[in-house]
């Protein structure tokens, strides 16, 4: 083989190479059950949901005397063991003797949401041996609402195995992505109320600071608009006063002391006649 045959042949190696690295490191992802075309929207949102979980790991252990000794293996939506490319999402560890069992596969996945939880389903695990007729193993894990908490308190409630069918591993954790978008609870009437306060704000400061900085005014007349201010607080003092007033200004007192009739005017009638002549 010729010396640029040669160096052809090492680079489509090398490139086949790199592409095979590449794509066993591109982790896979759920795959909800069915055709691409029947997910519906709500699946694929929830799906984008639980993404912040996807690069975290779970672990739980469980020991039941000396015959049940196990650590269960979670993942959001991720295998457990890339290199084994068995789908794995959640995988039971015997401790004794190192055994592993598939629970349940991410790329046979339900998903489900209520107001405050979402409910996440791996399918298509190893089978049962002489449980339940021999079906594959089931995980379910309820994920529910925490806020200020991206996940915690990872745990296994119970294994259903006694059944013909239907049997199932059920686990539990806490997170915020299961949590409802938060309301603003102001209305429109608070925004209003704010928005007019911040006015003021911003008028009365920077009306001060450019009388202070500006115009060079000291004292009171640093207020802005104080002349304006200083007329339109006595208008509304005199409308108070004019519309709050039980009666007019120039009105007769109500009632009369005792010398009053006394303090009047003199009487026009006169006794002159009883004077001498």
């Not at 992802?29 to 975290?56: F, N, T, W, Y």
């Not at 009437?189 to 911040?198: A, E, M, N, P, Y």
Request: hydrophobic content about 35%; some cysteine; proline content about 3%.
């Amino acid at each position: 083989m010729s010396p640029p045959c040669h160096t052809s042949a090492l680079l489509l190696v090398f490139m086949a190479l790199a592409v095979s690295g590449a794509e066993q490191s591109e982790e896979r992802s759920c795959d909800v059950i069915g055709d691409e075309s029947s997910e519906s929207q709500m699946e694929r949102a929830l799906l984008k949901k639980l993404e912040p979980l996807s690069h975290m790991r779970f672990n739980v252990t469980v020991e039941k005397g000396k015959t049940e000794n196990y650590i269960y293996h979670f993942r959001v939506c991720r295998e457990v063991n890339s290199t084994s490319h068995d789908f794995g999402g959640l995988v039971q560890t015997d401790r004794q003797n190192g055994k592993t069992t598939v629970i349940g596969r991410i790329n046979e996945t339900q998903v489900f949401n209520g107001s405050d939880w979402i409910m996440l389903i791996y399918k298509g695990g190893d089978s049962y041996g002489r449980h339940c007729s021999g079906e594959k193993r089931r995980a379910v894990i309820m994920i529910s609402c925490k806020r200020g908490v991206t996940a915690s308190s990872f745990s296994i409630i119970s294994e259903e195995r006694e059944k013909e069918q239907e049997c199932f591993y059920l686990f539990e954790m806490d997170s915020s992505v299961a949590c409802p978008a938060e309301n603003s609870h102001l209305s429109v009437g608070s925004i209003l109320l704010i928005t007019f306060v911040s006015l003021i704000a911003v008028y009365i400061i920077g009306g001060f600071l450019y009388q202070r900085l500006v115009v060079g005014a000291k004292g009171m007349e640093q207020i802005p608009h104080f002349a304006f201010w200083q007329d339109l607080g006595n208008l509304v003092a005199d409308g108070c006063d004019f519309v709050c007033r039980s009666k007019p200004r120039n009105a007769p007192a109500a009632y009369r002391g005792v010398g009053d009739d006394q303090l009047g005017e003199e009487s026009e009638e006169r006794d002159d006649h009883l004077l001498p002549m």
